[in-house]
């Protein structure tokens, strides 16, 4: 068990050297080491083995290795650009040093006579065996060599290894100093999970004995690893558990269940629910009425139909005598819905709701007042529905498509509208996506949420046809193009991604609208950008809609909420550019009714390792999930993460799939905690986390 001084939780602070107190500190804050702990847990990346000498004539090529020897000679020289150049010898063999960046007071420390200890890689030169900038310091005959492996530690401009290697010694001695490395897990969770005990393990990654197979640090498959990533997973799942208690702790609106608007609007859909639609939708349903906040995603592959398990949703919260509120990400995924979500509820009486910030100002203030006024029953916009000025007379639920678009003040900023007066209820929260989670990332980062998957595809979907084409074969393209349109389909044709500018992008987009317009006479050929005013985005898409248009080129805008059945052929250029989430979101415009769809991805020759990878994957499956479970590996938990990542703790150490058994032992391990030890629980946050602990509020 954890010794009573485990018992206060506290995390002490670094004991900084008084010179350039300020420099330094400002240095150390960039790599958020702030207090002891933050030093302890600032790991190293790396070793070198500096416990052992290797002679000049044993040092293999490309091998770090570490000499020494005695300078003979040293000169600057200016062929074929200035640099010093140091000759030194261990007996008979030599070897040369080379520093293209150096300073004056090298060329005297590094005289002839002196003795040099070096680190580096050594590679055959002109002269003979050489090494290139290597890492040295000066040294008397028979220094001995250091005890143990040398660790690297990630670190900044003006701060040297040598310097956060004595301020994490520092830290190290001053929380052993006061019994603070003691073991915060019970005996009972580290035998059962058979872990290696916590001081050990920490002094064993800061200090590894020459005798540390440096593969198993390197991998981090050492046992001294196993326990601070265990250790790490259990701090995540942890906070993730104590904000899923606070919030069960706060009260919500019963939205109970009394099927009149509910059913109306089941009864009036032209389709019937799928099984997962219906499994979804109960889940919510039962989540609505308890008398605690709901904090549900619904996540479903693209196409899938979360807008209509939504709209029942928020169906319950009208029929409760409650506002419902929508928010999405782009102007055009919220129109999509506005548009959607109008023509199914309008004729039953529903009053729906428009806002967002390109709103006339005229327009923009009937909608606010509205919506404060009760008179709204549905409000969908973009951000503009969280804004200072817009206040809901009585809002029971948040929808929240995209969620991961959104910071975690943003959403926290719509639920608070729910708060008006006296009242202290917070909204029910319903959040969707359609970029599917890896089990492994909702046992995580998602730990805090329930989670509604629906697993399957409305019928009568065909499958897409993805085709991958050499940018060189654009012309065969342009022809597949002008013969889909011929036949009466209709076709996007999605421009480069450029994440450094807007413009360059907006640039792209109307020379390929120029280049195809000529190309393609006699189609209609429209243009559709993030930078347009809504009301031309709403005539162009309006006019794509009504078949007006054949061909639409279009930024990536129009990666989410543009539904138009007829549009059977997707062009997505320099798709090597591109995320995996994004090009499964893209390739679901089409694919939206009962033809044969197709999405040609041009790419650019040479491909890198990761691009291939991606459009290996992509090519080869539709299912979401299994894609994201490969970007998952690919590119780990970032984009799937979003915004979001502001409010988790994100893992250093831990690799949510390859350490899959200690996530689940973390999370088992948790619960018991909580229960059984709470204060141990407190004193690992509190290790951890320290005054981050801003546990999940979204």
Request: aromatic share 6%; glycine share 6%.
């Amino acid at each position: 068990m954890a010794s009573s001084s485990l018992k206060k939780g506290k995390r002490t602070t670094a004991t900084k050297p008084g010179v350039a107190a300020n420099t330094l500190s400002a240095k150390l804050a960039r790599l958020d080491l702030r207090d002891d702990w933050d030093f302890a847990l600032h790991l190293p990346i790396r070793y070198e083995d500096e416990t052992r000498l290797t002679r000049i004539a044993d040092a293999q090529a490309g091998v770090p290795c570490q000499l020494e020897a005695e300078i003979v000679h040293n000169e600057i020289t200016y062929r074929p650009r200035r640099q010093l150049v140091v000759q030194a010898k261990d007996g008979a063999d030599t070897i040369y040093l080379r520093f293209l960046n150096f300073y004056g007071s090298q060329v005297k420390q590094l005289a002839p006579g002196k003795r040099v200890r070096l680190f580096g890689e050594v590679r055959p030169g002109f002269f003979g065996a050489e090494m290139v900038h290597p890492r040295y310091h000066m040294v008397s005959e028979g220094e001995p060599v250091p005890e143990a492996l040398t660790p690297v530690y990630s670190t900044t401009a003006g701060l040297s290894q040598v310097q956060l290697r004595r301020l994490i010694d520092r830290s190290l001695a001053q929380l052993e100093n006061k019994h603070q490395l003691d073991d915060a897990l019970p005996a009972a969770v580290r035998k059962k999970v058979a872990l290696a005990d916590f001081t050990p393990s920490m002094l064993t990654l800061h200090r590894p004995p020459p005798d540390a197979s440096l593969t198993s640090l390197a991998e981090r498959t050492h046992p001294a690893w196993r326990r601070i990533k265990f250790d790490e997973l259990l701090a995540q799942q942890l906070a993730m558990k104590k904000a899923r208690a606070a919030r069960d702790a706060k009260t919500a609106p019963k939205l109970i269940t009394k099927n009149k608007l509910t059913d109306t609007f089941n009864k009036s859909l032209p389709f019937k629910l799928t099984g997962a639609q219906l499994r979804a939708w109960n889940e919510i349903a039962i989540d609505l009425a308890a008398p605690h906040p709901m904090q549900r995603l619904l996540q479903g592959d693209v196409g899938s139909g979360k807008t209509v398990v939504a709209a029942l949703a928020a169906a319950q919260a009208i029929d409760n005598g409650y506002q419902a509120a929508l928010m999405a990400p782009t102007e055009i995924l919220a129109e999509q819905h506005y548009r959607k979500l109008s023509a199914l509820l309008v004729p039953l009486g529903v009053a729906v709701t428009w806002l967002t910030g390109s709103l006339k100002a005229k327009e923009k203030r009937a909608a606010i007042e509205d919506i404060a006024a009760g008179t709204t029953q549905l409000a969908i916009g973009t951000h503009a529905l969280f804004q200072e000025s817009v206040t809901f007379a009585k809002l029971g639920l948040a929808i929240i498509d995209e969620q991961h678009r959104f910071g975690v003040g943003q959403r926290l900023a719509l639920r608070e509208k729910g708060k008006t007066g006296n009242n202290t209820a917070e909204p029910h929260q319903l959040m969707m996506s359609a970029t599917p989670i890896p089990r492994t990332l909702s046992m995580s980062y998602f730990a805090d949420l329930d989670v509604s998957v629906i697993d399957e595809m409305p019928p009568g979907r065909t499958t897409i046809v993805t085709k991958l084409v050499s940018e060189s074969r654009r012309d065969e393209i342009v022809a597949r193009v002008r013969s889909a349109c011929e036949q009466g389909a209709q076709v996007y044709w999605v421009c480069p991604l450029i994440e450094e500018s807007e413009t360059l992008q907006l640039k792209t987009a109307v020379e390929t609208l120029d280049s195809l317009t000529e190309a393609l006479p006699g189609l209609n050929v429209g243009l559709v950008h993030g930078r347009m005013k809504t009301a031309e985005k709403q005539e162009v898409m309006a006019r794509f809609l009504a078949n007006d248009i054949q061909l639409l080129v279009a930024t990536t805008v129009i990666e989410v909420g543009v539904d138009v059945a007829n549009a059977t052929l997707m062009v997505i250029e320099h798709a090597e550019r591109m995320g995996l989430a994004q090009l499964h979101q893209l390739r679901g415009r089409v694919g939206r009714g009962a033809k044969q769809s197709t999405c040609v991805l041009l790419y650019q020759n040479p491909l890198g390792e990761t691009a291939r990878a991606r459009l290996k994957v992509i090519f080869e499956t539709t299912d979401g999930f299994e894609i994201a479970r490969q970007d998952l590996l690919i590119r780990g938990p970032g984009e799937h993460l979003g915004a979001r990542q502001s409010g988790a703790p994100l893992l250093r150490f831990a690799d949510i799939e390859r350490d899959v058994d200690l996530l689940e032992a973390a999370r088992d391990a948790a619960t018991w905690m909580l229960k059984h030890t709470p204060q141990n629980a407190e004193t690992h946050l509190a290790r951890w986390l320290g005054s981050r602990q801003h546990y999940l509020k979204t």
